[in-house]
């Protein structure tokens, strides 16, 4: 289990037997095993600010999708950490700047 806590934000990571139970302050969500693999990277390389992707087989655009996808529902980007909040919030800029184009 892996607990995360951020300002009044709380986000615990629970292991079931496919997937993994997210539970964010009052809501529950279930993530899948790839959505669990991207999570656990991110818990892992929350503090780093280069990563090596190669190895897990994961782009930084996929796990940057996933978390935005994350933020829609309501877990808060700046659980996964300083690095990983400001590359949601630019991934997010740029994609709303393509939009107006």
Known sequence: MYYLHKNKNTLRILPRKKGTELRF?????????DLTKIIDFVISSS???KHDFL?????E???LCA??????EGISPEIWGEVWEGK????????????KE
């Open 61 to 63: 655009d996929i796990i």
């Open 88 to 99: 949601i919030i630019k991934y997010i800029n740029l994609h709303c700047q393509r939009e």
């Open 25 to 33: 302050n009052q809501k529950i969500f279930f993530a899948n095993e």
């Open 67 to 72: 978390l935005v996808s994350l933020s829609d």
């Open 55 to 59: 190895e897990t087989g994961l782009s």
């Open 47 to 49: 503090d780093i600010s």
